[in-house]
Antibody, heavy 121, light 113 residues
Framework: EVQLVESGGGLVQPGGSLRLSCAASGFTFSNYAMHWVRQAPGKGLEYVSTISTNGDSTYYANSVKGRFTISRDNSENTLYLQMGSLRAEDMAVYYC??????????????WGQGALVTVSA | DIVMTQSPDSLAVSLGERATINCKSSQSVLYSSNNKNYLAWYQQRPGQPPKLLIYWASTRESGVPDRFSGSGSGTDFTLTISSLQAEDVAVYYCQQYYSSPFTFGQGTRLEIK
């Protein structure tokens, strides 16, 4: 069974940093591109970032470019999102999602339950 | 960036009736070399993560009931629920994965009339 479990969420002050993790199981992690998608309270889904299978290619939303870094450890079956210079508008539930295959250009077929990031003084 | 616009923002349909949700992209998401539309539909029930329903604009994900169907090409797409069930109450999103950033529509809230 495919499982994606996010962790690392919590309360952080504006300007602070936080690292989210997504532990993957039930599939060969290194064979799939991975994504981060977020959802502010009561709002819609917002694309955040994508990483290729080997980590060589990464993509970011304009709203997080230069502040967030996506990475992965295929030996540990874990996806990461390092978030810096956090703002109030970054407050959201962050979902990790699996791409439908090797390519980043596929739909997200499995999603984690999400990790809540709260940005407040 | 490709802008995805859904209509309507909310929709109330009687049980057993048809529900139709539209999605329009600001540029074509049809890749000519493979003739595939890079468009997905997701369902998000309250308190749950999104669930993939449709990909390549019209291919139903495994396990999704056949009352859900997707259609369209280029810039205009439709998600149809042929006979609404109570468990279909949710917010529905379209997403393009043709070019990064892989943008979502704003969502359509579907309720029972």
């Amino acid at each position: 069974e495919v499982q994606l479990v996010e962790s690392g969420g919590g309360l952080v002050q504006p300007g602070g940093s936080l690292r989210l993790s997504c532990a993957a199981s039930g599939f060969t992690f290194s064979n799939y591109a991975m994504h981060w998608v977020r959802q502010a309270p009561g709002k819609g889904l917002e694309y955040v970032s994508t990483i290729s299978t080997n980590g060589d290619s990464t993509y970011y939303a304009n709203s997080v470019k230069g502040r967030f870094t996506i990475s992965r450890d295929n030996s540990e079956n874990t996806l990461y999102l390092q978030m810096g210079s956090l703002r109030a508008e970054d407050m959201a539930v962050y979902y990790c999602a699996r791409a439908g295959g090797t390519s980043s250009y596929t739909a997200n077929d499995y999603w984690g339950q999400g990790a809540l990031v709260t940005v407040s003084a | 960036d490709i802008v995805m616009t859904q209509s309507p923002d909310s929709l109330a349909v009687s049980l057993g009736e048809r529900a139709t949700i539209n999605c329009k992209s600001s540029q074509s998401v049809l890749y000519s070399s493979n003739n595939k539309n890079y468009l997905a539909w997701y369902q998000q029930r309250p308190g749950q993560p999104p669930k993939l329903l449709i990909y390549w604009a019209s291919t139903r994900e495994s396990g999704v009931p056949d009352r859900f169907s997707g259609s369209g090409s280029g810039t205009d797409f439709t998600l149809t629920i042929s006979s609404l069930q109570a468990e279909d109450v949710a917010v529905y999103y379209c997403q393009q994965y043709y070019s990064s950033p892989f943008t979502f529509g704003q969502g359509t809230r579907l309720e029972i009339k």
